[in-house]
């Protein structure tokens, strides 16, 4: 489906917007509205195009209007007329991103099929601050970027749900090394009889085994995929090390020193989680070398990799037909990466999903079904003992995943700290701080019982470091 990207060298917001219109007893048809782009855009020929929207205020009717007469999904004649309050239904699930829920209104009658609701996603300004200045900030505008790829590249290229794509852009900054862009999609709304499984309650065995059957289908499209060697939207494994590092406080060339003190003095000091399990978890990020984006079974076996996967990051809309019936629907694309190691997604789903409780029997079925799927779509060269090998070794991606909480944690409070208490920008990074701590936190408990759960420190691939030598038994 069309739509127009525009790269210009400011991060300026959505652009004036203009409507013309008749009233006559007997309307004529009204023009549509257009956004005009300042000369800076560096737009010489052709009609003005549709600018990404910078705040929630810019998500304004005459926006939404000529979104959808660009991307072709609303007669050029009709305008929308109003909008309901915008809800972010992500509150609480994402954390990149505000996903705005956009109800309308049109000035006149139109088609039943013409939608009257969508998803519009906008850059969480308060997690954005947390980009540390130089490639980092290049790394977060590509992955912005990434995600209107998706739906204009890779979306109509699945076997699995996905929203129908109304309208991408993005306007990454002149110098994304200091500057952040703006971006946006503007996306379908999949309905308000979905599920969406929580956290804290885990996940049934139903939902695990659509979990399962989706991303293995996602997994088995782009095995060992020429496209996506040669789709350069996506995360190189290098690059996706270099966010991991990120998120823990560091760099390839910087330790993340501010992970190792989390991982030593709050979840090593955790009754729950115990000296041992921390002493694993600094060893796993120190040594990420050896072991991180590899596979033991690597030829052969390459594919397309969020290592996000998890229920807050996906939902399940009810299929068709009027039977009780749901399919897991993946909504979270701005980190996919190709690479070696796809059984990082399926141990983070579990470590994110699954309470200690549910671990064994949904790690259990949930393995069995992934695998027998990647079969189904007709993958041929990885092995049921290579996937449960990959997968011991993939356990300890989580466990570096708990140290995350840390340095974000520290990032909010230097937010609150500038800023003023009560407003938008000091309640903002309370409530992340409070969202992140609790998620990484229970990531922690539940990737301890999964490591236990597949004895993955007899087998750890990575050296333990030699101030905890007492742990190196291995048992």
Known sequence: MPTITTTVTSAAGSGIVTTQTTTEATPEPKKPVTTTTPADA?????????????????????????????????????????????????????????????????????????????????????????????????????????????????RDLLPVAQPKLYWSGFESPANPAMDFGVYCVLMEYLGDDLKKAETEDGISEEECEQAMEAIAKIHARFWNSEFLENWDAAFTMEEAMFLILGFCGGTPETEPQVAYDFATNVLGTDPALGAKFGAHCKAALKNHAQWYWKSRHSTGNKTLCTWDLRTDNMVWRKLPGGADKYEAVVLDQQIWCYTDAPMRDIACFFSCSATPEQMEDRVGRGLKKYHDTL?????????????????NDAVWHPVCMSCFGGKIANDMDDTMETSEPGSTAYEEAKTMKHNIITMFNQIATRAKTLVELRDAYATRPFDLCPEDAAFSSKK
């Open 42 to 154: 560096g737009v010489v020929d052709g009609p003005p195009k549709v600018r990404p929207p910078f705040a929630e205020e810019d998500i304004t009717p005459a926006w939404l209007t000529a979104a959808l007469h660009e991307g072709g999904h609303l007669h050029p004649s009709v305008n929308v007329a109003s909008l309901e309050p915008l809800v972010n239904i992500g509150e609480g699930r994402g954390y990149a991103n505000y996903s705005w829920k956009v109800v309308c209104t049109f000035d006149q009658p139109v088609s039943p099929d013409t939608p009257t609701q969508f998803v519009l996603k906008q850059m969480n300004q308060a997690l954005a601050a947390s980009w540390m200045e130089g490639k980092p900030r290049v790394l977060c505008d590509k992955s912005y970027v990434l995600e209107c790829k998706w739906y204009e590249e890779i």
């Open 375 to 391: 079969v189904a779509e007709g993958v041929s060269t990885y092995t049921w003992e290579q996937c449960n090998a990959d997968f």
